[in-house]
């Protein structure tokens, strides 16, 4: 009799769904993929309001992640001060900030030239629409192309909009 497989579900949105179940706020994918300077194709960051979210979030990527994919962190950092918990799974690496520590690194900003992609958090199949890259200090370096979302899989954004719709 064959087992019936469970097909596995990627990393980055593995370690999405750990920061929705604990109702991470303003999840934001960096795409460093293009950058020559990365030590990752992808940061993900996230902020909570308290200490306790911070953990909270940061075990729940950890459960999920190993539930969805069976990978765990090769390192993890910050676990003792709970304002900005670093989870590394060697090309994607997780951030959960305290919100005033998330403003204050504002990493964001540091990796402007990485495609930068916001998750709705009311609604994860939607990715909303990529921020335009800062502008540079000098004019000549200035890039005036912003890069296009990867659109959310067209079957479950249907399959909702259908059941929203009976």
């Known amino acids: 009799m064959p087992k019936n497989k469970i097909a596995k579900i990627d990393l980055k949105d ?20 293009k950058l020559s300077s990365a030590m990752a194709d992808y ?9 306790k979210q ?7 990527i950890e459960e999920i ?6 990978e765990k962190p090769w390192h993890v950092e910050g676990s003792e ?28 900003e540091l990796w402007g030239d990485a495609e930068i992609t916001e998750i709705d958090e009311s609604n994860p199949f939607m990715v909303l629409a990529p921020k335009a890259k800062a502008k540079a200090k000098s004019p000549a370096k ?11 899989p067209k079957a479950k954004v249907t399959a909702k909009a259908k059941a929203k719709v009976k």
């Open 14 to 33: 593995a370690i999405v769904n750990g920061m929705l179940e604990k109702k991470a706020n303003k999840i934001t994918v960096l795409d460093l993929r």
């Open 43 to 51: 940061f993900i960051i996230c902020h909570a309001t308290s200490d």
């Open 54 to 60: 911070v953990n909270a979030i940061a075990d729940s």
């Open 65 to 70: 992640v190993r539930k969805q994919t069976g």
């Open 81 to 108: 001060q709970s304002d900005w918990i670093l989870l590394d799974y060697f090309d994607i690496v997780a951030h959960v900030f305290k919100e005033e520590k998330r403003d204050f690194y504002a990493i964001e």
């Open 142 to 152: 200035a890039k005036t192309t912003t890069p296009k979302a990867k659109a959310a």
